[in-house]
C-alpha cells in the first residue's frame, strides 16, 4: 500500500483543506477525496475545511458538509491539497499545524514543500490528476469522479492547456467510464455565465489596453464596478482567458480590487514568459503559464512593475 493510503487507514479523524478562495480544482480534489474515504473507510471522521464555494460546485456529493469555519479540534490527519504553501490555507493554517500527521498534495511550481508526506509534480494538469494517481481505481464512485472530472476540467480550461498530457487525457476517460455527467460538468460550471457577469466581462474587455507593442493585455475590475453590475468576485471567471487569446499576445494581466488597498492579480502567458517567477515576487505562486498573487497599493503602480518584469523575460 502506498504511503498516503497508509496514513489514512491509520488515523481515525481526517481534516481536509484546500486554499483560499477554491476554485474547481480545488473543490474538486477536497471533495473527491472526501469522498473516496466516506465510500471505502466509514467508520473515520472526515471534516473539509473550505471557505464558501461557489454556488455553481454545489451540486458536488458532500458539498453541503465543507465546514467555513475552523475548529479547536486537534485531528489524526490533515490532507492538504492544491495549495503551494501553508499560508494559503487562510484561517484554516491553524488545523494543519496543529494535526498529528500532515499530508501535501498540490502541483503548484511554486510549491516548496511541507508536510510528513509531500508530493507535488508541477508538470500535472491539476491536483485532481495527482490525487488520482494515489487511490484505487477500481472502488471510485460516481461521486468521486465527478469531483476529480469537474477539477480536471476547470484546471486544463476542458483539456486545452499545456499541462494536458495524455495521461490526463486517459484518467479522464477512465473517470468518464465511472458515469460522470461530461455534458453537465463542462456546461454547467465552466462555460454558463450569467446576464450581468456577461457585462461585467464587457467592461473588462472594452477597458482592456496593450503594452509592451501589444505582447502584453491588461484590464483591472474595481470595487465600483462590481457594484454597478451586481456581481461579485466570483463573476470574474473566464476575463483572463478572453485576454490571454488576444492576437499577438504573450502576457495576459488581470486585476480585480479586493478592498482600497487591495487587488488580485491573475497572469497568464502563451509561449514564452514564466509567470511564476513573477507571481513568487509579490509572495503569489502558482504555474509557468498560468499564476496569481495578492498585494496592496496603487494598481497603476504594481502593473509597471509586472511589466517591468515580463519586459525583462521577453
Known amino acids: 500500500m502506498n504511503g498516503f493510503l497508509d496514513k489514512i487507514q491509520k488515523a481515525n479523524t481526517i481534516a481536509i483543506l484546500g486554499h483560499i478562495r477554491p476554485d474547481g480544482d480545488c473543490v474538486g480534489s477536497c471533495l473527491g477525496l472526501y469522498n473516496y474515504i466516506m465510500d471505502n473507510y466509514q467508520e473515520k471522521q472526515v471534516v473539509v475545511f473550505l471557505q464558501p464555494i461557489m ?6 456529493k458532500g458539498a453541503d458538509i465543507i465546514r467555513n469555519v475552523p475548529d479547536r479540534s486537534i485531528y489524526d490527519l490533515a490532507i492538504s491539497l492544491d495549495c503551494g504553501d501553508t499560508d494559503r490555507h487562510g484561517e484554516f493554517s491553524g488545523i494543519y499545524a496543529g494535526a498529528r500527521d500532515t499530508i501535501c498534495l ?6 516548496q514543500g511541507f508536510g510528513n508526506y509531500y508530493y507535488c509534480d508541477a508538470g500535472a494538469s491539476s491536483t485532481c490528476e495527482v490525487l488520482y494517481r494515489y487511490i484505487s ?4 464512485s460516481t461521486e468521486c469522479a465527478e469531483c476529480l472530472y469537474l477539477g480536471m476540467v476547470h484546471d486544463t480550461g476542458v483539456f486545452k492547456y499545456p499541462a494536458t498530457s495524455k495521461e490526463t487525457m486517459a484518467i479522464a476517460g477512465e473517470l468518464i467510464e465511472k458515469g460522470v455527467r461530461t455534458q453537465y460538468i463542462i456546461d454547467e460550471t465552466f462555460y454558463k455565465v ?9 467592461r473588462a474587455l472594452l477597458d482592456a489596453r496593450l503594452y509592451l507593442d501589444g505582447k502584453v493585455i491588461g484590464t483591472r475590475i474595481t470595487t465600483e464596478m462590481f457594484e454597478q453590475y451586481n456581481t461579485t468576485k466570483s463573476d470574474t471567471d473566464g476575463i483572463i482567458d478572453k485576454l ?14 479586493l478592498n482600497d488597498e487591495t487587488y488580485k492579480f491573475s497572469l497568464r502567458s502563451v509561449s514564452w514568459v514564466d509567470v511564476s517567477k513573477i507571481s513568487v515576487a509579490f509572495g503569489g505562486g502558482g504555474h509557468i503559464r498560468a499564476a496569481g498573487f495578492e498585494v496592496k497599493g496603487d494598481y497603476e503602480e504594481n502593473l509597471s512593475k509586472i511589466l517591468s518584469m515580463i519586459e525583462e523575460q521577453l
Open 194 to 202: 450569467t446576464f450581468n457577469q456577461n457585462k461585467l466581462t464587457g
Open 244 to 257: 490571454r487569446v488576444t492576437d499577438g499576445v504573450e502576457v495576459a494581466i488581470f486585476a480585480y480590487q
Open 106 to 111: 498540490d502541483h503548484h511550481q511554486s510549491n
Open 137 to 140: 481505481h477500481g472502488i471510485i
Open 55 to 60: 454556488e455553481k460546485f454545489k451540486f458536488l
